[in-house]
């Protein structure tokens, strides 16, 4: 059996939300009451941010904003990222010697009562939450921070 390969150090942070500002939370299986937002390492090098983002979402959630879906218009680059420290916990899944990653932050609207399929290996519950308390709910500081500005970047006027 083939040695899975290393993570790629980018990744994308996805706050799933409705024009109401409610935020889609979800449970992290290898660390329960770990709340997050949808994130996800690229796939390979060449993958484009926004192909990862639709990717993780479809994926992690069910929810699917890949290009030519409805969805897909809702789907917004924050043009943001952070570059933070891996938790320890997870630094085995990286090459050696790598222990920074860089995010890039993604927003997607979508429908009031948007069904959620979770991937039972990443994810043991999904919830809804008012951004705020979204924010106060995530184990991860900057995906706590993108919540926050929520407000701002909801309707567009500040997305790219």
């Not at 040695?3 to 996805?14: G, N, T």
């Not at 952070?82 to 429908?111: C, K, Q």
């Not at 519950?125 to 921070?145: G, Q």
């Amino acid at each position: 059996m083939a040695a899975k390969p290393f993570k790629i150090p980018e990744s994308v942070l996805v706050v799933v939300h409705t024009a109401e500002l409610e935020v889609l939370l979800i449970n992290r299986a290898d660390a329960p009451g770990f709340w997050q937002s949808v994130t996800g390492s690229k796939d390979s090098f060449e993958e484009e941010l926004a192909d990862t983002a639709a990717r993780e979402v479809l994926e992690e959630t069910g929810i699917d904003c890949r290009p030519g879906t409805p969805l897909h218009a809702g789907l917004r680059d924050w043009g943001l990222a952070n570059v933070y420290d891996i938790y320890p916990r997870w630094l085995h899944r990286y090459a050696p010697g790598v222990t920074r990653n860089t995010e890039h932050v993604f927003g997607l609207r979508v429908p009031p009562a948007t069904p959620v399929l979770l991937s039972p290996c990443e994810h043991t519950a999904w919830r809804w939450l008012p951004w705020r308390e979204a924010a106060d709910a995530c184990f991860s500081p900057s995906n706590a921070e993108a919540i926050l500005l929520l407000p701002q970047f909801a309707d567009g006027r500040a997305q790219r």
